[in-house]
């Protein structure tokens, strides 16, 4: 029959169902199901074709030359193992794949890196509680007000205020509003 015989299947399906998205399970499960099939199915034949007792059919059959023609014709049959097309393709692959991954963590490296740089200056910084305006000037000199070459005119917008912290509403400031809404 065939020249090499899978005991049984070369296929780690606990690796994979790690790895299958629950949305995707009942199709794993069908293909799992049809394959282990296709295995049993192949397991249920013998790994060599039947031996046939030539002698008694010779004894039994009485045209002559027609058991040895039959002999001869199932002792030529090979049944030829399906050549494999595909592993050396899968393999270049996987070589590819692992070549991107490896890319990608260096890549990921380096935005890493950064970010932990960055994270590392921040954290170094006054909190912005206890900054002057000065401070956060010469920080961030593009989120303070430049009061020489654009001003805050009234009505004065939220973004003006971005280093303010809110102040906690009192009497005298809700009057003060009530005032300067009647302007």
């Known amino acids: ?33 049809k394959s282990d099939g296709y295995l049993r199915k ?7 074709p039947l031996k046939i007792d030539w002698a008694t059919y010779k004894n ?5 030359g027609l058991v040895d023609n039959f002999e001869k014709l ?13 592993s050396a393709a899968i393999d270049k692959h996987e070589k590819e794949i692992a070549k991107g991954v490896e890319e990608f963590k260096a890549e990921s490296e380096v935005i890493i890196k950064q970010a932990e740089k960055r994270i590392a200056e921040i954290n170094s910084l006054l909190p912005f509680s206890q900054m002057t305006y000065e401070d ?5 000199p593009q989120l303070t007000l430049d009061l020489e070459n654009k001003p805050s005119f009234w009505p004065h917008e939220e973004i003006d ?11 005298q400031i809700e009057e003060q509003k009530k005032i300067d809404a009647a302007h």
């Open 1 to 33: 029959m065939a020249s090499k015989r899978i005991v049984q299947s070369s296929v780690n399906w606990a690796a994979i169902a790690e790895r299958v998205p629950e949305a995707d399970k009942a199709s794993y499960l069908a293909f799992k199901a």
């Open 42 to 48: 192949m397991l249920a034949y013998p790994a060599e």
């Open 60 to 64: 039994k059959v009485a045209v002559p």
């Open 74 to 86: 199932y002792s030529a049959i090979k049944i030829p193992y399906p050549e494999d097309k595909y």
């Open 136 to 140: 956060a000037a010469y920080i961030e």
């Open 161 to 171: 205020y971005v280093f303010d912290e809110p102040e906690a509403e009192t009497p």
